[in-house]
Each structure stands twice: as C-alpha cells, then as structure tokens.
C-alpha cells in the first residue's frame, strides 16, 4: 500500500517534465525565427509585392551573411535572370560553380541555369554548348527540352526532330511537333524548287501523323507546282477526312485548280457543298467573288444570303450589303454605307484566329504560336467572338 502511494507522486513530476520540455522546445524555436535574418522577410515580402529590385537587393545581402546558403543563390540566379540582369545570373552561376563547396550532384543544375541565363542573353551557341554536355547527367530531360526550343528558334528542323524523338514518353508523344518540322523542311525544299525532296519530308511528316493537315497542303502544293492538277485537288480535298476545320486553307487553292483545268464552275460546286455541310468555314467572301465571276451577281448574292441566314456573320452582313448597294435610291445608299463602314470595323476587329493554349489573338494565321511557342494551336478559321 505504501508502495503505490509512493508512485502516485511521480504524476506531478511527468507534469512538470514536459511542461519543461515544451518549454525547450519553443525557445528552440524562437532561437531559429531569430537566426533567420530580417533581410530574408524583407526579400520575401518584397517578391510577394513584385518588387524583384528589392529583392534581389535583400537576398544578395542574406547570400553574402549566410555565405554558403545555395538554395538562396538559386533563387538569387533566377531572379537576376528574371530580371534581365543577365550579367550578374552568369557571374553568380559561374562563381558557384568555382566553388568547391558545391556538391556534385549539384553542378549540372547550376550549368543549366548559366545555360538559360546565356539564352536569354542571346549567347546561344554558348547554352548549346552547355547543354550537350549536360544530356547524360541527371539533367537530361532539362536540357533536351531547352536543345529543343534552341534548335526551334534557330529553325534547325533536322536536330529539333533528332532532339524531340529522343523526349518522346508515354506523356508526350511529340508526333504533332515532328510532323510540323517535317513540314517545315517541305515547305523549304517547296520553295527551291526541289519537289523530290519535299515530297520526301511531306511522307515523312505523314508518317509521324497521319492528321498532319499542314502536309497534304504542301503535298497539293507540290502537285500543283509540278502540273498534275488532279492529284493536287485529290490531296487538298484529303483534308476533309483529316480535320474539316482547315478545309478553307485549301479552298481558293481548289477553285485555281479547277479554273486551270477549265472547270470553275465545278470548283464552285465544290466549295458550296463544303460551306452548306460545314457553315463555320470561312468561305462566303471567296465564294462571292468566285460566283460573281462566273455566275453573275444575283447568283453570288443568293449564295451570300444563304449563307447569313444559315451563319449570321458580320462579315457575311458586310457582303449582303455591298451586293444591294446598286440598287438602293441615294439617300438609301447613303445610310447603307454608313453600317456597311460600320460592319467592316468591328468585323476586321472582332474576327482573329485565337491559340486555343494561351489565348494569343491575331489576324493572321500560325502554325506555331509565336508568343507560347505550341504548334498547330490556332484556331483554323477566324471567330468572331
Ligand atoms: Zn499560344
């Protein structure tokens, strides 16, 4: 009995133990919070403000008192970069790696920021250099991806084909990529001249995507050049099965065909079977001229009118209007004009291709995005939304 009494007395002292311990515990604590420096919170609140001058200023100063703090200097190297302060990002990412506290495992990452840090500021031979150096190493993907946007800048199609072959994955097959380089080194030869070997890399492209609908217009294009007018029509009109929405790309080069082989009024027939099955193509102002030509006015304005009723489009309207034009008394054309003006300005303003990635607008058409880089993300037609 004495004995569990004696034990009731050690609950007290657990109590107090960890009461103590806690204790320890947060002065530890506190002891870290105030060994971080106040430069390190300036710098931080400073990034969250989007001040980067202040907090490259604030983090230079914590790299300097922390020395060695390499994660601070990674940061330090983006932030210069990102700043365009291009020079310091190379002489910090240089230091770093004269340095002998630098672990192994390490190096390659750093030599691929100085890599990116040389882009940016336009010493591409320099990253290239880097960057092969770099494809065994635990940064291989990291470089091979920036080889590829390297080799694409420079319009290298051969290597960016060899460098995106060597990236394909289960994620990312790159098939669309290759079957564009392919394309592109088509379009090339197509422009000297030389249709072997652009019929060569359309084939190629094909193979590495079958929906390439960018090969079959070169591929008509090469027929068309070398006078087999039918096989060119055959490969133009092959795009309805790859992606119908391309298929005005195709459609004034189809009528040229048509007109060359003396049949333009098959052409026509053509053209206005692809607007009545697929309305969101962008053939109404083609198809007016086209019929106008050769079927006189009244038949171009019944065509444009079906048209509207079946898409109402501001371009559309525009046509409708300026056929009527004629007809209407003075004052009647007067006021016409005035909407038809109208209609043209925010028709040439609201209708632009969009890149369906980021969102890029523009009059013209691209193949490849020129502000985020991604291929075939245009939309085909021009929207008026
Ligand atoms: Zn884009």
């Known amino acids: 009995m004495e004995l569990d009494l004696w034990w009731l007395l050690l609950f007290p002292a657990f109590f107090g133990l960890g009461w103590f311990a806690a204790r320890v515990d947060m002065r530890t604590v506190l002891k870290q919070a105030k060994s971080v420096p106040t430069s390190y919170f300036r710098g931080l609140d400073a990034l969250v403000e989007d001040k980067t001058d202040v907090a490259a200023q604030a983090l230079a100063e914590v790299a300097r008192q922390q020395g060695a703090a390499l994660e601070l200097q990674h940061i330090l190297g983006k932030l210069y970069r990102k700043r365009g302060e291009n020079d310091r990002a190379i002489r910090l990412h240089q230091q770093m790696l004269d340095s002998s506290d630098?672990?192994?495992?390490?190096r390659d990452q750093v030599r691929n920021e100085l890599a990116q840090d040389f882009r940016k500021a336009?010493?591409?031979?320099r990253a290239e250099e880097i960057l092969l150096k770099l494809l065994d190493g635990n940064m291989g993907l990291a470089a091979r991806r920036q080889l590829l946007d390297i080799y694409q800048q420079d319009r290298d199609w051969q290597k960016?084909?060899?460098?995106?072959r060597e990236l394909r994955s289960d994620a990312h097959s790159f098939q669309h990529e290759v079957a564009q380089f392919y394309c592109e080194l088509a379009q090339g030869e197509l422009y000297k001249s030389s249709y072997a070997q652009a019929r060569q890399y359309v084939a190629e492209a094909i193979a590495a995507n079958r929906k390439c609908v960018r090969a079959s217009l070169i591929l008509g294009d090469i027929e068309f050049a070398e006078g087999n007018a039918d096989a060119a029509i055959a490969a133009w009109q092959g795009i309805e099965k790859q992606n119908y929405e391309y298929l005005a790309m195709a459609a004034e080069r189809l009528f040229d065909a048509y007109e060359k082989q003396g049949r333009p009024l098959e052409g026509i027939a053509l053209l206005r079977g692809y607007q009545r099955t697929f309305p969101q193509l962008e053939l109404t102002d083609l198809l007016y001229q086209k019929i106008a030509t050769y079927e006189g006015e009244a038949k171009a304005l019944e065509g444009v009118r079906e048209a509207v009723y079946a898409r109402p489009s501001l371009a559309g309207v525009y046509r409708m209007i300026e056929a009527q034009m004629d007809e209407l008394s003075p004052e009647g054309r007067m006021d016409a004009e005035v909407a038809r003006a109208l209609i043209l300005k925010h028709s040439q303003r609201l209708?632009?291709?969009?890149?369906?990635?980021?969102?890029?607008?523009?009059?013209?058409?691209?193949?490849?995005?020129?502000?985020?880089?991604e291929w075939e993300s245009f939309t085909a037609n021009r929207s008026e939304a």
């Open 160 to 164: 960016a084909i060899e460098t995106a």
């Open 102 to 106: 630098l672990p192994g495992e390490q």
């Open 122 to 125: 336009g010493l591409v031979d």
């Open 351 to 373: 209708s632009v291709h969009r890149c369906k990635c980021c969102n890029f607008r523009s009059r013209a058409f691209f193949w490849h995005c020129p502000a985020c880089g």
